[in-house]
């Protein structure tokens, strides 16, 4: 049912062979923050729009930011097999990669990213062979802390689970292939384009 949105082919040229990369990291790190820095400055890059369970938040686009669906719809899709790895992401929400899209992006030879938690990361890890793993972490466990609070968009009880959930993620670090501090949006989301095989841009 999902198929690779043509329209987001920047028709650039390919740098390097379809590679797929996998970013993850801990809670409100910021993965968000560089996808949406690497779907700005860099649309030779694919990424996924993955599949949630989730309700929109203002200003989220069916089909852009996420495809929203209920849990029956959701339900559908695993059973159909269509999801390369899912997850319940803070003990509530389902969140899925839709897979035939990666397949026929890759197969282009297009380089594709996908922005997932770290239960989705480990899935990948197992259901497709080739991918690399980069974990976005934090200057330091306060500077995450502070960021998580500071975002204000959850409730206290909500921040204590993601806080729980941060602290978990963060000793997953030694899995992943390579680590990017995220000190700086620009130079992070630069650094992971650099392991891509892309060259950063330089001005944008
Ligand atoms: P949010 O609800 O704030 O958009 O995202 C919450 C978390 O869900 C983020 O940590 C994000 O990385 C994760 N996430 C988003 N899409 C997927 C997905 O397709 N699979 C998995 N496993 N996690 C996802």
Redesign the pocket.
């Known amino acids: 049912m999902f198929g690779a949105d043509a329209t987001t082919d920047s028709g650039s040229g390919l740098p390097v062979p379809g590679r797929l990369t996998v970013l993850a990291g801990p ?1 409100a790190v910021g ?2 923050t560089v996808a949406a820095d690497i779907r700005r400055r860099y649309p030779a890059i694919w990424l996924s729009v ?1 599949v ?1 369970t ?1 309700p929109p938040r203002p200003g989220e686009v069916d089909g852009v930011h996420y495809h929203f669906r209920d849990e029956a719809g959701f339900d559908d899709l695993v059973a159909a097999g269509e999801l390369l ?3 319940v ?1 803070h003990g509530r929400h389902r ?3 839709p897979r035939r899209p990666v397949e026929d992006v890759l197969a282009q030879g297009r380089p594709a990213l996908l ?3 770290l ?2 990361a480990r899935q990948v890890r197992v259901n497709m062979q080739g991918a690399f793993f980069v974990f976005l972490k934090p200057p330091s466990l306060d500077e995450l802390v502070r960021r998580l609070v500071g975002r204000g968009t959850e409730s206290s009880e909500e921040r204590e689970r993601r806080l729980r959930t941060a602290e978990v993620e963060m000793a997953a670090e030694a899995e992943f292939d390579v680590s990017i501090v995220n000190d700086d949006v620009r130079r992070a989301t630069d650094e992971l384009v650099s392991w891509m095989g892309l060259t950063p841009a330089e001005s944008h």
Do not use: F, H, L, N
Request: hydrophobic residues 20%; aromatic residues 12%; charged residues 30%.
């Open positions: 809670t993965k968000g993955s949630t989730r790895e899912w997850a992401v969140y899925g990669t922005e997932i938690d239960q989705g």
